[in-house]
T-cell receptor, first 111, second 113 residues
Framework: DARVTQTPRHKVTEMGQEVTMRCQPI?????VFWYRQTMMQGLELLAY????????DSGMPKDRFSAEMPDATLATLKIQPSEPRDSAVYFC?????????FGPGTRLTVL | GENVEQHPSTLSVQEGDSAVIKCTYS??????FPWYKQELGKGPQLIID?????GEKKDQRIAVTLNKTAKHFSLHITETQPEDSAVYFC????????????FGKGTMLLVSP
């Protein structure tokens, strides 16, 4: 059945390194969201795209985070340089009409 | 912007009991209220949703109620089972799941056999 896929599932890196997370939305879904989940803040929206165009990235720290959709089958979230406070689970979700379908997440640990 | 408050943060019940989770929202323009279930190591999954033109919606053992005047909505799970144990999130949106969702902080539900 159709599902959102994310890679990698786990990432451990050192402070200052670049991190790239990838998401493949469900085929035909034209809206893609990036969320971050932490114990303290819960689920926070970082950015979202519709038809590959960024609509809102106000939730992202602009100096270190960037999100793109090179094509309709791939969304990327980059952090450069990474910091320990970026440690979290990052979820991608895609939607066509009403329901947002979430991927399994990327658990990021920055040492 | 929208703010969603969710209570309780943890809830323990015995198998067969009912569980109720409550949320309040601040933006009167919100018109779509989904509930998500998140199991350990997985992404949130939609279990039920309600729109502002409906006061109640049921799906087997799960029901959601909405009070627009008071700006609160609730999730009701009857005849709880151990597999209902998970974290549940409420959310609110102005434009359906197609638009940005503001999530509550989550409720960890534990159903003991």
């Amino acid at each position: 059945d159709a599902r959102v896929t994310q890679t990698p599932r786990h990432k451990v890196t050192e402070m200052g390194q670049e991190v790239t997370m990838r998401c493949q939305p469900i085929l035909g879904h034209n809206t893609v969201f990036w969320y971050r989940q932490t114990m303290m803040q819960g689920l926070e929206l970082l950015a979202y795209f519709r038809n590959r165009a960024p609509l809102d990235d106000s939730g992202m720290p602009k100096d270190r985070f960037s999100a793109e959709m090179p094509d309709a089958t791939l969304a990327t979230l980059k952090i450069q340089p990474s910091e320990p406070r970026d440690s979290a689970v990052y979820f991608c979700a895609s939607a066509e009409y009403n329901e947002q379908f979430f991927g399994p997440g990327t658990r990021l640990t920055v040492l | 912007g929208e703010n969603v408050e969710q209570h309780p943060s943890t809830l323990s019940v015995q198998e067969g009991d009912s569980a109720v989770i409550k949320c309040t929202y601040s933006d009167s323009a919100s018109n779509y209220f989904p509930w998500y279930k998140q199991e350990l190591g997985k992404g949130p999954q939609l279990i039920i949703d309600i729109r502002s033109n409906v006061g109640e919606k049921k799906d087997q053992r799960i029901a959601v109620t909405l009070n627009k005047t008071a700006k609160h909505f609730s999730l009701h799970i009857t005849e709880t089972q151990p597999e209902d144990s998970a974290v549940y999130f409420c959310a609110a949106s102005e434009g359906g799941g197609y638009s940005t969702l503001t999530f509550g902080k989550g409720t960890m539900l534990l159903v003991s056999p």
